[in-house]
């Protein structure tokens, strides 16, 4: 599943979610990604957070056909991805991504692959917010 | 004329000042020849057109109603 989260991801969802995998005990492997809002500084100025937006019935359908290939091709259990839009406060989690599948094997490679088809090809954008209120667009974000 | 939705998104949002217009347009690169002329920061802008939710490449005819985005680099997480 995939869900568009207002403002931070909570880090319960952390354990909510680790713990709905003993319901499949088929399950040997779980792996979980957290993207995190940096504090980077820039210039003078240091940023207080970041400020998600998204093309809502794009953004919806190409994660619903991300979650749908993913599952078909890596044989994965199951996928959750959460993501943040409006402001998430620097600390805070603005990404999560969670797989369980059977085994251990290769569910590195494939957390990385998804994680970076989700900043890449899904109609996300932000923007730095400084604590002086001025901001800045991330338009590349490849580091 | 067909009467088009645009719509902004990212950094594109701040070179229109706005999230949203309609415009007159018979096609995809009518719409660009219009958009570039009345906001000429677009110009030498890396963006993708998206046509009713579709991401497209080269042109395409427009019909009334449509809704076509304009869509900067995606940079999401």
Redesign the interface.
């Known amino acids: 599943m995939y869900r568009l989260v207002q403002g931070a991801i909570s880090t319960n969802l952390i354990e909510e979610i680790t713990s709905q995998q003993k319901m499949n005990q088929g399950i040997g492997a779980q792996a979980m990604f957290l993207?995190q809002v940096r504090a980077d500084k820039n210039s003078d100025k240091k940023v207080k957070g970041i400020e998600?937006?998204a093309?809502p019935?794009?953004t919806e359908?190409l994660l619903e056909e991300l979650l749908k290939d993913s599952l078909e091709r890596f044989s994965l259990m199951d996928i959750q991805i959460f993501?943040s839009l409006g402001f998430v406060a620097s600390g805070d989690l603005?990404?999560l991504v969670h797989l369980s599948s059977k085994h251990r094997k290769g569910i590195f490679a494939v957390l990385e692959e998804i994680?970076e088809k989700?900043?890449?090809?899904?109609?996300?954008?932000?923007?730095e917010i400084f604590d002086d209120n001025s901001y800045r667009?991330?338009?590349?974000?490849k580091t | 004329m067909n009467h088009v939705n645009v719509?902004f998104?990212?950094?594109l949002i701040?070179i229109a000042g706005k999230e949203k217009m309609s415009l007159e347009a018979k096609s995809v690169n009518d719409a660009k020849v219009q958009l570039e002329r009345n906001f000429p920061e677009l110009i030498g802008r890396t963006y993708r057109f998206?046509l009713n939710?579709e991401i497209i490449y080269g042109d395409f005819p427009l019909k009334n109603g449509d809704e076509l985005?304009l869509?900067?680099?995606?940079?999401?997480?």
Do not use: R
């Open positions: 993207g998600y937006s093309y019935l794009m359908k993501h603005s990404l994680v989700v900043k890449f090809d899904i109609p996300l954008w932000k923007k667009w991330i338009e590349d974000s | 719509l998104f990212g950094p701040d998206a939710q985005a869509l900067p680099p995606f940079a999401g997480g």
